[in-house]
Every structure is written in structure tokens, then in C-alpha cells.
């Protein structure tokens, strides 16, 4: 099955920004304080948005999605 995004979802900052100790409750504004470099990752992510599903071809897998995007790298750049 091939990863989407629902039609009609909006993301915060919040959904898309990560930083160290983000879910163990650090703040963004104490991981900015303590960095000493800022690393910005700007991909488009792994799921397609629903509203472009019907331009792709039928046969695109969700192995062809995985190898072409970010999915596999996402967890290590959030780590």
C-alpha cells in the first residue's frame, strides 16, 4: 500500500521540526541555546499527498516509494 497523506491534512512547526531530546520534553529554545551547529534537512518526506496519488502510475509500489525517499533516512536525521 502506498503511503499517503490525507487530503486536507495541515502541519504545524512543531510536526516537522525535531531536535535532541525533543521527546523527552527538552524545549526548542534550550536545544538552540546549548547548539553549537544547526543542521537543516530539507526533504520532502516519504508519504505522497493524496491530492497527487491519481497523477502516479499504477504499478508505482510501496518498495519503489521507499527506495526514492526519505523514509528510510528520516529516523536518523531525527536521531
Same mark, same amino acid.
Given at each position: 500500500m502506498i503511503r499517503v497523506v490525507e487530503r486536507g491534512t495541515v502541519f504545524t512547526p512543531d510536526d516537522i521540526t525535531f531536535w535532541a531530546g525533543k521527546g523527552e520534553g527538552r524545549t526548542l529554545e534550550d536545544a538552540?541555546? +546549548?547548539a553549537d551547529i544547526l543542521v537543516s534537512t530539507p526533504h520532502g518526506g516519504s508519504a505522497m499527498p493524496e491530492e497527487v496519488r491519481e497523477f502516479v502510475?499504477?504499478? &508505482?509500489? +510501496?518498495?519503489l516509494q521507499l527506495d526514492y525517499t526519505d523514509c528510510t533516512t528520516a529516523?536518523? &536525521?531525527r536521531a
Open positions: 538552540l541555546a +546549548e502510475v499504477d504499478d &508505482y509500489t +510501496e518498495r529516523p536518523i &536525521y
